[in-house]
């Protein structure tokens, strides 16, 4: 696969692409209650979040993912949602091209190997620009803008499977469920014990956004996803 940061750049213009000719940053998003501005301005602040992580990284300095915590980030994040387009596509732009040569030295020496998330989860640094890739992709789709899993290249929709599956792994009470794609990909979360099938992307689309439209249960019940897993 190309270099994550190669992918990471070109899914960060197919992003400023959709975004600069969007007609109405306030209409809707996928994300409950948020507009296309949140999504704009928060995938924004993400960059700096992720950003902070990757100097953490680096110097062996401490640095919260978002200051002042989760209430900081959602007055941020509602603060910038009304601004008009052009100045939501500038804060989108400026702060993705703030961020890669911060991603460029964990190539490096690091002086932390791990960093801690929002909400205390610790992540092996090297994985941040995976992270920010995930972000930057899955809320591209949340834009409902005409972009969605389909157009992503079927080798990075399995990795964001395989993602969804290790994490849904990590939880007290994860379901029972075999994954099967149409393209022949399977994995296995839990005791396995119901069999989901769909075409690859979408099980990307049910794992990562709980839309359940495009897969199927064969033996049961969809299982219920966790939220947030």
Known sequence: MRS???VLADHTERLL???????????????????????????????????????????GERQEMYPG????????????????????????????ADLVPRL?????????????????????????????LREVVYHHVDLDAGFGFDDVEPELQRRFVADAVHRLGLGSRPPAVVVRTDEGDVWTVGAGTTTVTGPLSGVLLWLARRDSSRVQAVDGELPSLPRGA
């Open 104 to 132: 460029e030295l964990l190539d490096g020496p690091l002086a932390a190997e791990e960093v801690e998330m929002r909400g205390g989860m610790r992540v092996p640094a090297t994985g941040l620009p995976f992270l920010r």
């Open 4 to 6: 994550e940061l190669t």
């Open 69 to 96: 915590g989760q209430e900081v980030r959602d007055a941020d994040i509602e603060a910038g949602a009304d601004r008009p387009l052009p100045e939501l596509v500038r804060d989108l732009a400026d702060t993705a």
């Open 17 to 59: 692409t959709t975004a600069r000719g969007l007609g109405d940053a306030g209409a809707p998003s996928l994300c409950e209650g948020w507009s296309r501005g949140h999504v704009l301005t928060h995938v924004a602040r993400n960059a700096e979040a992720i950003g902070r992580l990757a100097s953490w990284a680096v110097t």
